[in-house]
């Protein structure tokens, strides 16, 4: 299915009919859409597995409806969460159909999507924001010139930390080669969304975030921005789709201290192999090339073997504080998180 995650279709999606499939959440990971990178992280594909089923069955509480079906057990069996007595990392769901924008003459043609268009994941992922930490796009996107405080509702020049009185929105394309941040006119023209239905998703997205941010909450962390994807069903109905609420959906922290997929953005932007990566988006923007990749003259190297022990404690650390068990064998994450710190202090 994509470079994190593989997809085992039981049944074909319709036109008018849900299909059903397991999501194999895998130990891979991606940073700047490069796609699999050289290491592979022990247990995140279970550590994420179970925390988006966690997020999933809250969600489904306050009810927000979602393509999620239940964990697949060692027997086989799809159970609840509280019913799991090991860990998995094979997640059953219901399945929308994935219908791509064509790209002709340097551009994506979404025509295919209609108003009356069902049973399709739209193609957007939608953006919560809480913070600014460091790291943020919104940063670069600001130095760039790309977008202005004031059009993201901010009356002043934000700063790395800050903390956002109101939750900020945010929306780029999601089946296009590289995520393109665009304004929410532009995402409800190429999707061909009515107005009633631009505000549905602007409310799941809010009460997303409050959930997610209320459930980090008590494992002490801080929910600064994540994202969401969405699907709609046989009767365009709305529902989340993919995973919500993990670590790589999401950027906590702890403290201030990253807890997330950001660790290892972090430790790559110091290597030449990132500098290449921006300079081969950058090529293939202005020249209109869908494939970056090949543009770009390195490849990433491996991650350091004490950060990378670090990180696969961080994501096995993170779900058991969420679901409030001990089903991975980690310590507590602010042990985790001292152990960052101090891998930090020696390198840095």
Not at 219 to 237: H, Q, S
Not at 321 to 333: E, G, M, Q, R, Y
Request: proline letters at 3%; aromatic letters at 10%.
């Amino acid at each position: 299915m994509g470079s994190v995650k593989d997809l085992k279709t039981l049944k074909m999606a319709q036109e008018n009919e849900l299909g059903v499939g397991q999501f194999i959440f895998s130990d891979r990971y991606s940073v700047f859409d490069w796609g699999e990178m050289p290491d592979h992280i022990s247990n995140k594909g279970a550590a994420l597995c179970l925390m988006g089923a966690y997020c999933f069955e809250r969600a489904e509480e306050m009810g927000i409806k979602t393509h999620y079906r239940g964990l697949v057990s060692k027997d086989g069996t799809t159970v609840r969460i509280n019913d799991l007595e090991e860990p998995t990392n094979i997640m059953e769901v219901n399945l929308v159909r994935v219908i791509y924008p064509k790209f002709e003459s340097g551009y994506y043609d979404y025509s295919v999507f209609e108003s009356d268009l069902t049973n399709f994941l739209i193609p957007l992922e939608v953006i919560y924001r809480n913070g600014l930490p460091e790291g943020s796009s919104v940063f670069k996107r600001l130095e760039r010139g790309d977008i202005t405080y004031e059009v993201l509702g901010l009356d002043h020049s934000p700063q790395p930390g800050e903390r956002l009185e109101i939750p900020l929105f945010d929306v780029s394309t999601k089946l296009e080669e590289r995520d393109r941040y665009i304004t929410w006119k532009e995402a409800q023209d190429i999707a061909k969304l009515k107005d009633l239905e631009l505000n549905e998703i602007k409310k799941v997205i809010s009460d997303v975030n409050n959930l997610i941010t209320e459930t980090a909450k008590k494992a002490n962390l801080t929910n600064e921005d994540g994202k969401i994807e969405l699907g709609y069903g046989p009767n365009r109905e709305l529902m989340l789709v993919d995973v919500i609420g993990t670590l790589d959906e999401c950027r906590f922290t702890f403290n201030e201290i990253h807890v997330s997929k950001e660790i290892a953005r972090q430790f790559y932007k110091t290597t030449d192999w990132y500098k290449d990566v921006e300079n081969a988006k950058e090529i293939a923007k202005v020249q209109r090339i869908r494939d970056w990749k090949k543009l770009c003259s390195s490849k990433p190297r491996n991650l350091d073997p004490e950060l990378k022990g670090i990180i696969s404690q961080m994501y096995m650390s993170t779900a058991n504080a969420f679901l409030d068990t001990n089903i991975l064998d980690s310590p507590k994450l602010e042990e985790v998180v001292n152990s960052y710190k101090k891998w930090l202090e020696s390198k840095y």
